[in-house]
């Protein structure tokens, strides 16, 4: 069997390399991939969100099944071309994937629905929002509705940060045209969870929880980034929580979009807050975590490829879904500097892994042979063991013998995990 997997960055190392764990792959094709991936897989210099050229590929190369995994290629309706075509693919149709696409759209669906998750209003010209927020309660959060890079997201102090976020997002347009419509929701707080769920549109099965760490520095300080680590489970979503997630949550949400006439089908995470008034919904998305797949995949003890061959074919069963019982911690090696400016192109010198390490590569590029780096997050190392403190310990060892000139790490992915199970 041929796969095809669109994307070129850790969460898609970690869904090749479970993917290769089939017998029945016999050829991988990675678009666009990168350095570290090209040694799992065949990497082509195709872009993710270029889905003509995609098409063009998928025309001259046999492809059985393509396993789209990030978000614009998904919204750009990469899924429904490809169909187009013939492939079975896992991975939501455009129409589905609007979930994550537009925060309006979200917002609406749960208001609808009933779904538990923030107050907001929306708004398509900044005057009224800023009118809306000199009322308001601080701090206050401002979206922007469409995809912006993980970055569409401020949480405004006071009324002046509010209304310099207003400006930015609906005037200067600093994401484009996902700036268009902007949601103020009230701020939230609680424990934060990250739930990844395969779905078929009518059967949803959560993966085991995790925890991303988002900020740059230790003790969650400094500037947002796509994420500097993980670990798995999270201990915040107890087996009492997940019931209540699954009933108030997980399954109207599926429900909810096939109602709507927009079955999702492939990988939905819920990004969750543990709030005092239960459970709420901060953000959908259409797609795998980075990094929490590099933590959930290490875990699986079922068949990557089985499970998204029946999402598919829409015939997934709970049952089919199995995870270790143990514990998993992603450290994210990136350059110094990230998420701001930094330098790139040093030589990645890599240790031999065993069974309970896994590496995974992120930014980085091959040259006469050698692995340089070539992004902000270079490479997620994973520690997986029968416990949580084990696993970090295992995570940072192998962190340590990773070396590449301007290599920086937060010190303390899991710490806060380890203390609320009192360790
Ligand atoms: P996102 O870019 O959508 O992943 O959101 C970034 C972060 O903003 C989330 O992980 C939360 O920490 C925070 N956030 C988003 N919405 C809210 C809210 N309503 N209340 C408090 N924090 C929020
Ligand atoms: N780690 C958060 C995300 O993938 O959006």
Not at 181 to 198: D, K, N
Not at 199 to 213: C, K, L, Y
């Amino acid at each position: 069997m041929k796969v095809l997997v669109v994307g070129g960055g850790g969460r898609e190392h970690a869904v090749i390399k479970s993917l290769k764990k089939n017998k029945k792959v016999e050829k991988i094709y990675a678009l666009p991939g990168n350095g570290g991936i090209a040694k799992d897989a065949e990497c082509f210099p195709v872009k993710a969100t270029d889905v003509e050229g995609i098409v063009d590929f998928v025309k001259t190369h046999s492809v059985d099944f393509a396993v789209v995994t990030p978000d614009d290629p998904l919204v750009l309706g990469c899924v429904d071309a490809l169909e187009e075509l013939g492939i079975a693919c896992f991975g939501p149709r455009k129409n589905a994937a609007i979930i994550e696409g537009s925060k309006v759209f979200s917002k609406d669906l749960m208001q609808k629905y009933g779904i538990p998750t923030a107050h907001s209003k929306t708004f398509t010209n900044a005057e009224d929002a800023i009118e809306y927020l000199k009322a308001g309660d601080f701090p206050a959060v401002i979206k922007a509705d469409g995809l912006a890079l993980g970055k569409g997201v401020i949480i405004a102090q006071n009324f002046e940060e509010a209304k310099s976020a207003v400006c930015e997002i609906m005037c200067d347009k600093i994401f484009g045209a996902s700036g268009n419509s902007i949601l103020v929701e009230e701020f939230l707080t609680g424990p934060e969870v990250s739930v990844l769920s395969f779905t078929d549109g009518n059967t949803v099965v959560p993966m085991v929880s995790s925890m991303d760490h988002k900020r740059a520095r230790d003790n969650d300080e400094g500037l947002n980034t796509g994420g500097m680590g993980t670990v798995a489970p999270n201990p915040y979503f107890t087996e009492e929580i997940a019931r209540e997630c699954m009933e108030k949550i997980f399954l109207p949400t599926v429900r909810a979009m096939k109602s709507e006439g927009r079955t999702f089908k492939g990988c939905l995470y819920f990004g969750l807050m543990l709030t005092p008034k239960g459970p709420k919904v901060i953000e959908y998305n259409c797609r795998f975590g980075d990094p929490e797949t590099q933590v959930v995949l290490p875990l699986l003890e079922s068949d990557l490829l089985e499970i998204m061959t029946a999402v598919s074919e829409e015939r997934l069963s709970p049952d089919m879904v199995k995870f270790k019982k143990g514990a998993a911690c992603c450290v994210v090696l990136a350059s110094d500097g990230y998420p701001k400016k930094y330098e790139s192109g040093f030589e990645i010198t890599l240790p031999e892994t065993n069974g309970d390490e896994e590496i995974y590569v992120a930014g980085a590029r091959t040259e006469d042979e050698k692995l340089l780096t070539s992004g902000g997050r270079v490479l997620g190392a994973v520690g997986v063991a029968d416990d949580l403190k084990s696993a970090i310990a295992k995570a940072y060892a192998l962190s340590d013998k990773i070396h590449f000139k301007n290599a920086y790490k937060r010190s303390d992915i899991g710490q806060r995990a380890l203390k609320a199970k009192g360790e």
